[in-house]
């Protein structure tokens, strides 16, 4: 059995005059990158695999998640392709992913990322809000064979906000 976690990064800023790949969080996506990866840390066991977009936005709240969990840096990558707005890339990197690890959690972006969970889960969501998380098991033992799976969750940031 597999289980992908899929975690969209947080709320950016455009204040910035940067480029889109270094926008930063702003203040609530500091907040709720932190809260979110603590509620998380939680709820599930650690991941084995942790693979996130280089983007800042996304890179930074990956780093609130590997320090809840306290995940050593061999646990931990940084892929190209999932800065990726579709999903095919992002898709590239999930089934790619060795066969010995059993659960994989990715950072990323939408539309990408709402896509493959509508795709691969089957409970529907218009939206994957940022910093949405959901979490989906699969009765495969192979990445490179998931398609139809069962969504065991979703948390969104504004289920846990005070």
Known sequence: MKTLYLVRHAKSSWEHNVSD???????????????????VS?????????????ANR???TFLFFKEAFSLKDEQCRIDERLYDFGGQSVMEVV???????????????????TSIVNML???YLDNLPTCGFAAIAF???DWS??????TLTTLFPKEIRK
Do not use: C
């Not at 790949?21 to 509620?39: F, I, Q, S, V």
């Open 95 to 113: 089934h790619e992913t060795p066969r010995e690890i059993d659960s994989l959690m990715i950072f990323g972006h939408n539309h990408a990322f």
């Open 21 to 39: 790949r270094e926008r930063p969080l702003k203040g609530r996506g500091l907040n709720d990158a932190e809260a979110m990866a603590l509620e």
């Open 58 to 60: 996304a890179h930074t």
């Open 121 to 123: 889960g089957d409970k």
């Open 145 to 150: 064979k998931i398609k139809n799976g069962k």
């Open 139 to 141: 009765q495969e033992d």
């Open 42 to 54: 939680n709820r599930i066991e650690a991941p084995e695999l942790v693979i996130s977009s280089p």
